[in-house]
């Protein structure tokens, strides 16, 4: 099946930050990309090419976080100043900011409601506050050394975290109890994930490995020793199938969960990768380094619904099947892979001489397509090589929509539908979440004013009784 899919292509350049860039994320639209460096700064880089990139300058200190709130209207930065910050991704550039701990911020993630965030910290503790009135609610404080990571469910049910003391913890948010511990031996994990499905979490080791385990069995399902240098964040696809990973040996791979091997291995940065994260819809990722740049790629995962369909009919009656919305179960009890290396590994390699979008400049030319990358086969496949020209066309005497049904994807008509209906949702979200600040806000100045009126009651009180009894002495 993986030589039906077309290689992933770099899209966009990004470059403006002065230091290590420290993580990514997209927004629910794709029409921005958030990302943190260690050069202090938050940067908002806009997808369109007209549009100017927003830098935002308030953190002391260096930036280790950022994620978009699921509406996309907020964004989350920590910092090793101890504080997290609140963010507008606008020109404005408006942001609240709180001391959430003792200690450097490792790591903030929102609900999926949007309504309460967890951060992580060097301070040992994993804290959950409410967004709008940024309250604290309650801590975890288990672990012995640096929390590195923390993440909810899909379901907002658990909470996973990752710490420098070698153990990787799940937590019931409702109980606020660690519900089981699994225990690294070789290295610690430095980030985790749930899966899309919510069954299973992956972890991304110093030990050159990635671990996928079964939260409910809390056994090791796959094992991914591929990286020759520590492995620094991971991100799933919203489909589950696939998973990439990014390490300090200059590359990322795209590891195929559903047959356990190894699909590609990218290289694009001139030193570490630091981060990588998938749209929310999958069709791109992104990735940042120590080369201070920040790249976008297109995933070309076209035959993802091929995939899924096969492994239905592949799948035992006994292991159920969740379909692609929200995400299909990957079946991973079916064997533990471990996998020592890839007869099937693709090799890209981005040359030079690629166009690059540079903070505050205006981009004349919106298609720095990857033209020059070049797709290797494995020389043990005995396939051969083979270049991607991602800007080309069907021929003109294809119908478009028989290509589309054949190619598996979706009508152009309901695609464009569906896009507005996002569009129109994306919309009335921004302006529920817009209301019901208005009506937080409203409720502090109803109890500030009925403050106030007591207080100047029962100070006309005091000053009537003063009057009332002028010589009475206590």
């Not at 469910?153 to 070698?166: E, H, N, W």
């Given at each position: 099946i993986s030589n039906l899919m077309s290689d992933p292509t770099l899209e966009r350049h990004f470059k403006g930050h002065r230091h290590t860039v420290t993580s990514v994320d997209f927004s629910c639209s794709m029409k921005q990309i958030a990302t943190g460096s260690v050069d202090s700064c938050v940067m908002i880089w806009n997808m369109k090419p007209q549009m100017r990139a927003y830098r935002f300058d308030g953190h002391k200190e260096a930036v280790t976080c950022v994620q978009f709130s699921p509406s996309g209207h907020l964004v989350a930065s920590t910092s090793r100043d101890k504080t997290v910050r609140l963010w507008v991704p606008s020109m404005k550039a408006d942001s609240t900011v709180f001391r959430a701990h003792t200690a450097t911020v490792r790591c903030v993630n929102f609900s999926c409601d949007g309504q309460t965030m967890v951060t992580s910290s060097d301070d040992k503790t994993i804290k959950l506050w409410t967004v709008h009135r940024q309250k604290f609610l309650f801590s975890f404080s288990q672990h012995m050394n640096w929390v590195r990571c923390v993440r909810f469910?899909?379901?907002?049910?658990?909470?996973?975290?990752?710490?420098?003391?070698?153990?990787?913890?799940?937590?019931?948010?409702?109980?606020?109890?660690?519900?089981?511990?699994?225990?690294?031996?070789?290295?610690?994990?430095?980030?985790?994930?749930?899966?899309?499905?919510?069954?299973?979490?992956?972890?991304?080791?110093?030990?050159?490995?990635?671990?996928?385990?079964?939260?409910?069995?809390?056994?090791?399902?796959?094992?991914?020793?591929?990286?020759?240098?520590?492995?620094?964040?991971?991100?799933?696809?919203?489909?589950?199938?696939?998973l990439i990973t990014a390490s300090s040996d200059s590359t990322m791979k795209i590891l195929d969960l559903v047959e356990g091997k190894l699909l590609y291995t990218l290289h694009g940065h001139q030193g570490a990768v630091t981060c990588v994260a998938f749209s929310r819809a999958g069709d791109y990722f992104s990735s940042g380094g120590s080369d201070e740049q920040v790249l976008v790629w297109k995933s070309n995962f076209d035959t993802l619904n091929i995939r899924i369909s096969q492994y239905k009919q592949k799948c035992p009656p006994s292991l159920p099947f969740f379909p692609p919305s929200p995400a299909p179960h990957l079946g991973l009890s079916l064997a533990h892979a471990s996998l020592h290396g890839s007869t099937h590994t693709h090799m890209i390699t981005v040359e030079e001489n690629m166009k690059t979008d540079t903070f505050h400049s205006r981009h004349s030319d919106g298609h720095s397509r990857g033209s020059h990358s070049h797709a290797h086969r494995d020389a043990a496949t005995g396939s051969p090589s083979t270049q991607q020209t991602p800007g080309s066309q069907r021929p003109a005497h294809q119908d478009k929509s028989q290509s589309d049904v054949s190619d598996g994807r979706v009508p152009s008509s309901l695609a464009n539908t569906l896009e507005h209906i996002i569009g129109q949702l994306d919309v009335l979200t921004q302006t529920v979440s817009i209301l019901e600040q208005r009506l937080t806000l409203t409720e502090d100045k109803l109890k500030e004013c009925l403050e106030n009126q007591m207080e100047i009651g029962l100070h006309l009180q005091n000053r009537d009784e003063g009057r009332r009894w002028p010589n009475q002495h206590c």
């Open positions: 469910s899909p379901d907002d049910g658990l909470i996973v975290s990752c710490s420098d003391d070698k153990t990787i913890k799940l937590w019931d948010k409702k109980t606020r109890e660690c519900i089981h511990t699994f225990t690294e031996h070789a290295g610690y994990a430095s980030y985790v994930d749930f899966h899309p499905s919510g069954t299973c979490i992956a972890a991304a080791s110093t030990d050159t490995s990635v671990k996928i385990w079964d939260i409910r069995t809390h056994k090791m399902l796959q094992h991914y020793p591929v990286h020759s240098g520590a492995v620094n964040g991971l991100s799933f696809h919203p489909g589950g199938n696939f």
